[in-house]
């Protein structure tokens, strides 16, 4: 593994983005609406609730982390389309980037592109609707980093999915983090949910992330042991992307659709 | 197979058989260094998938292909890193200006001194004008010089030009086929370059391969076999190779 040609992905990623507000306000625009959105209905939210339950943490942070998240898998589906956009599946698979070099770059890619967003929702976050993120604690971290890793191996299956099915399967993949969310409890606890959901919703680890956030909006310690089912889930889910990117890949070369892949099938 | 030094590329029994289509049928063949072979074959007779077998975009069913004596099925990148390709069908990425994609594909192939090579290479292909220039915007021309430069990047083993002069101009073809005969006479590297011009094949090629139907049918000087076929020119011969192959496999 030569970390330096995961460099030249990112390298590339730089230069695309660089002087094209095409792919620069996708970073933060809308996540950016999201939280004004979002900003406002909490804001209503707390002004109607006769509680005094503060909606802003358990919402508006919420919809924080649930973009967080969308955005990494988008920073790595979007590094893999340039690919697909610019047809250069045979000038980059006939060096001797290996397809970890390869994936690696494009996580290189959505760390930058994913961090860029997450610190303009927090900034708008906290200076216009007073989000206090660190508000959660340090347990903020493993929620992050689970939610990353998470975004990062959905990003891979949907790249190997694009791969397999052709260009035009891109369209499966923007609706993905909205498909998911429901089975999470981005915004509702899983005990809301048909038993059914629920059985889903245990094996996806951003519901633990949901699950435990809320915990702390309603006073209980985060406890980072009650993340550790998401940590472990995620870790296989990580590998299985991996396998799954590896053996699409290793097909589209024993097929010759990585030479034809504009053709979408070689059959 | 044993690996031969003296060869940069050392292809054998090598076979792509797509469902009932048999693409590319055992053939066996090497190139030299210092050498230009040319792969020469009508539409569809299994050039382009015997380069990309070569290139390591498409596994053979069997067979074997060595560069400098590194088995391509179990030592993927370090073959690759001696190789390198141009091909008329694989434009350089038209969003990114001639620099940044000769950058991009240096950092890939771990090339020292990238910016000095990068710009004697610019140089060399006559690119000076379009350094900051997307590639997109280049005329085919100079997209396919633009190509060449970034086959060169990595001072390759073995390069593979896949109709490098089908969108040059007469001049600038004549200059590239010089530098190309220049870049094969003076480092260790062989050529393989596949072509519908016979005259250019005639020019550079040191021998030549034609390939019917997945085999390889005929194998020698450009320049005499087509006195021992009993034709006149290349061009000839060529013809005769797409439309009766059984007539000279029976010679």
């Not at chain 1, 943490?57 to 610019?86: C, H, K, N, Y």
């Not at chain 2, 099925?73 to 990114?96: D, S």
């Not at chain 2, 771990?110 to 004697?120: C, M, P, S, T």
């Not at chain 2, 590639?135 to 060449?148: F, I, K, P, W, Y």
């Amino acid at each position: 593994m030569q970390l330096g040609r995961s460099g030249a992905i990112f390298l590339r990623q730089l230069y695309l983005l660089r002087g094209s507000p095409a792919r620069i306000v996708p970073l933060f625009g809308w996540v950016a609406i999201d939280i004004v959105l979002w900003g406002f209905i909490t804001r209503y939210l707390n002004s109607v609730a006769r509680s005094g339950f503060n909606f802003v943490p358990a919402i508006l942070g919420a919809v924080l982390m649930w973009d967080f998240f969308s955005r990494v898998m988008q920073g790595v589906t979007t590094a893999f389309f340039e690919d697909v956009w610019s047809r250069n599946f045979l000038n980059i698979f006939a060096t001797p980037l290996s397809i970890w070099e390869y994936l690696l770059g494009l996580v290189f890619s959505s760390i930058f592109t994913s961090s860029f967003g997450l610190m303009v929702m927090l900034v708008l976050a906290t200076a216009v609707f007073d989000l206090s993120f660190f508000g959660y604690g340090l347990v903020l971290i493993p929620f992050l980093l689970i939610l990353f890793a998470f975004g990062i191996a959905l990003g891979i299956v949907a790249s190997a999915l694009v791969l397999r099915l052709g260009p035009a399967a891109e369209w499966f993949v923007w609706p993905i983090p909205a498909l998911i969310s429901p089975f999470v409890g981005v915004f509702y606890p899983l005990s809301t949910l048909p038993l059914w959901m629920q059985a889903f919703a245990h094996v996806l680890p951003p519901s633990y992330v949901f699950e435990s956030m809320r915990s702390i909006v309603a006073g209980r310690a985060g406890s980072p042991a009650g993340l550790l089912p998401g940590a472990s889930l995620v870790i296989v889910y990580i590998a299985g992307a991996c396998l799954i990117f590896a053996s699409v890949y290793r097909r589209a070369v024993r097929t010759g659709l990585i030479a034809r892949y504009s053709a979408e099938s070689i059959n | 197979m044993a690996s031969d030094l003296s060869n940069v590329l050392s292809v054998a029994k090598l076979t792509k058989r797509y469902q009932d289509t048999l693409a590319v049928d055992g053939i066996a063949f090497h190139v030299a260094r210092n050498e230009i072979v040319g792969l020469l074959g009508p539409n569809g007779a299994g050039k382009t998938t015997t380069i990309n077998m070569i290139l390591g975009v498409l596994e053979p069913t069997s067979g074997t292909v060595l560069i400098q004596g590194l088995d391509l099925a179990k030592h993927r990148a370090e073959a690759l890193q001696h190789t390198n390709f141009a091909a008329v069908y694989a434009p350089l990425p038209g969003n990114l200006t001639v620099r940044q994609n000769l950058r991009f594909f240096g950092l890939i192939y771990g090339v020292a001194h990238l910016e000095d090579r990068i710009e004697h290479l610019i140089r060399e292909f006559d690119l000076e004008r379009f350094r900051d220039t997307k590639c997109g915007v280049l005329s085919s021309g100079e997209q396919t010089r633009a190509g060449l430069a970034k086959a060169m990047l990595n001072s390759p083993d073995l390069l593979l030009l896949d109709e490098p002069t089908a969108s040059l101009d007469p001049a600038i073809a004549r200059e590239v086929r010089a530098k190309i005969r220049e870049f094969a006479s003076q480092t260790k590297a062989g050529v393989l370059w596949t072509s519908h011009n016979m005259y250019e094949v005639q020019e550079v090629c040191d021998r030549v391969l034609f390939l019917s139907h997945g085999h390889i049918l005929l194998e020698g000087d450009p320049k005499t076999l087509p006195g021992e076929h009993g034709k006149e020119t290349l061009e000839e011969l060529f013809i005769t190779v797409a439309r009766e192959p059984l007539e000279l496999s029976q010679t």
